[in-house]
């Protein structure tokens, strides 16, 4: 994965959708690794990604939202 985030961040192509997917991959990656510092990191990312490519409400948004809600979550960091 981090191949390909490499790539990706360096191409001469804007890609988001392909941007966005590579650090949702990385982040449920690490998310199931039970790095849930390292995978809050690439859904932070995700996020800043996706609030300037989606409407506010759009479903993919509010699910990186969940997904980083979980992360604090399970690190007890109860607020942000």
Known sequence: FHKALDVCEKS?????????????????????????????????????????????NHLLLGNTYRHIGFLYYRLRQYSP
């Open 12 to 56: 001469s192509i804007k890609n988001d959708q392909l941007l966005t997917q590579t650090y949702r991959h990385i982040g449920m990656t690490h998310r199931s690794m039970r790095d849930y510092s390292q995978a809050l990191k690439y859904f932070h990312q995700l996020v800043e990604i996706e609030q300037k490519a989606l409407t506010i």
